[in-house]
């Protein structure tokens, strides 16, 4: 089994985008050495370097933002000041408070400052560390899939093409490999393109996948009310760029300590997420399980609609069993989601146990003590 940090490049995720980068490449290159011969014309040669700079890009930047990581908070954090912990959520996986902009990431294990997301192309979180490294990932990939289209596009366009082939009629196995390529190449452009549109929204205005579901949170609490919430962050879209655009690719700071905007502090962002915390525990409702639950994420005992509907996150599911309690803050039609008490309020490692179940496996618990059956007719 591979350690360390070959476990990142060991997993679908980036064994997959490495396989399209691969394919996409060698059927480009092979194409353009017969329809634009690199070493007979100019405009072939310009052509042969300018993808293989972006195909190199791509590669380069990818591997970096696997390998440099998003940058994890140190365990046991606490802020130079300590009461200033007050401000703070604490996060009992890595004993320690979260900076701001820094969030626990499941899947990573640990606390990442100024995460964006856990990108599982990456088998990473986008962070502070390798945010450019992601960014220009994006770009490369797009620019080079671009050219890669044109390339294999015109190469079969010379095939069909009335006029005499330039190069020898290709075998079918190549035929068919080319418009796998093509198709592989126009989803980079468009899936990728996409990806890439809203990393450069975010970037412009400072604002990571997290944080604005927090900001959206911020106003919808202010809605109706002359009171509005400002990202402190956002300290013009020049400014913004900066923290995360660099040829180098590497950010400035440490990942801790943000520049902010007039009237707002270091901790302006994290009040309002305590204070949304506290909204969050105060709606929270509890349920009592009374059929067994396996924590799978295709849950065929549960019933077809259970089984049609999932929540559309990436958010674990959870094996719970009759009488445990859960305490539920968000509810779908067909599935809850909560985290499960227990003596201890976790595992043997500190870990909460939350994630999705089946609603109709659990009955609601109100305050008379009596317990409310959650039919599989879901309000």
């Known amino acids: ?61 990818f591997i970096n933002a696997i390998f440099e990581g998003p940058g994890y908070l140190p365990l046991k954090w606490m802020p130079e000041n300590l009461s200033n912990c007050q401000y703070l959520q604490f996060c009992t996986v890595c004993q320690g408070y979260k900076a701001p902009r820094s969030h626990h990431c499941r899947s990573c294990g640990r606390c990442v400052m100024k995460m964006d997301h856990h990108c599982p192309w990456i088998n990473n979180c986008v962070g502070h560390l390798n945010h450019g490294y992601f960014t220009a990932f994006l770009a490369s990939a797009v620019g080079g899939s671009l050219v890669a289209t044109i390339v294999l596009v015109s190469w079969i366009l010379a095939i069909f093409s009335p006029r005499p082939m330039p190069f020898p ?3 079918l196995l190549i035929l068919f490999s080319v418009i796998f390529a ?132 990436n958010d674990s599911r959870i094996r719970l069993k009759v009488g445990d309690v859960v305490n539920v803050t968000r509810r779908h039609k067909y599935w809850l989601f909560g985290e499960k008490e227990e003596e201890g309020s976790g595992d043997n490692n500190g870990n909460r146990i939350r994630g999705w179940f089946p609603r109709p496996s659990a009955i609601e618990v109100i305050e008379n003590g009596m317990d409310q059956m959650s039919h599989s007719k879901v309000d």
């Not at 060991?10 to 691969?22: D, M, Q, S, V």
């Not at 995360?244 to 502090?265: A, S, T």
């Open 182 to 313: 093509i198709g592989l190449s126009i989803g980079v452009v468009i899936a990728v393109g996409m990806l890439l549109y809203f990393q450069v929204v975010a970037i412009l205005k400072n604002k990571t996948g997290i944080e604005d579901w927090i900001l959206a949170k911020a106003q919808y609490r202010r809605y109706g009310t002359v009171e509005k919430f400002v990202h402190p962050y956002d300290i013009g879209w020049q400014g913004n760029v900066r923290q995360v655009i660099k040829w180098h690719c590497i950010p400035p700071g440490d990942g801790i300590h943000w520049p902010v905007i007039e009237g707002c502090d270091q901790y302006s962002l994290t009040r309002e997420q305590l204070v949304q915390k506290l909204e969050k525990r105060k709606r929270a409702r509890k349920f009592r399980v009374v059929v067994p639950v396996s924590g799978s994420w295709i849950p065929i005992s549960h019933g077809f609609r259970v089984l049609c509907s999932p929540p559309c996150t």
């Open 1 to 61: 089994m591979c350690t360390g940090p070959l476990r990142k490049v060991f997993h679908w995720g980036p064994l997959t985008a490495l396989g399209l980068i691969k394919i996409i490449t060698l059927m480009t290159i092979h194409c353009s050495r017969q329809w634009l011969p690199p070493q007979e014309s100019l405009l072939g040669a310009i052509n042969f370097l300018f993808f293989s700079s972006l195909s190199g890009s791509t590669l380069y930047h």
């Open 169 to 171: 009629p290709p075998s």
